[in-house]
Each structure stands twice: as structure tokens, then as C-alpha cells.
């Protein structure tokens, strides 16, 4: 039984070590966030704006809005389910 604990140990470790990996990347872009929220660093929103025509044009905006879309409608639909 101490062998088939250790194997769940070990592949707790591995599906750990993958998550950690793949939201690496993420972790740079959430802190930016967090800074720009905070207003740690003067921002200039201007130059976001300026932005925003090129962002659109290639679909950029469109591709985030629905996603966000998308997941605020399955939000939802869990809300609606354990309210039945």
C-alpha cells in the first residue's frame, strides 16, 4: 500500500510541476495587471487608447470579448443550476 501511495505521490508532483509551468507565463501579465490597477508606476492610459484601433482591426478585442463572454454564460448557467 506504501507503493501505491508513493506512485499518487509522484504523479501529484508531476500534475503540480505541469500546472506551475503553464501559469508561469501568466504570472508576468498578472502582476503588470496588478500594478496598472494599483497605480504603482505612472501609466499613461493615452497610449493604451491609442492602441485600441490596431487591437481591433485584427481581432484582438472581438477574440477576449467573447471569451469573457463565454465564460460569464457558463457562470451563470452553474448559478442557475444550483439554484434549482
Known sequence: M????NKSANMLAQ???QLEEQLQGWGEVILAGD???????PWFP???LLLLPGLNQHGVISK??????????????Q??????
Open 79 to 84: 448559478k442557475e443550476k444550483k439554484n434549482e
Open 46 to 48: 493615452g497610449a493604451f
Open 64 to 77: 477576449y470579448a467573447s471569451m469573457a463572454k463565454r465564460e460569464i454564460n457558463k457562470l451563470l448557467k
Open 15 to 17: 500534475e503540480t510541476a
Open 35 to 41: 500594478r496598472v490597477v494599483r497605480w504603482e508606476k
Open 2 to 5: 506504501a507503493e501505491g501511495d
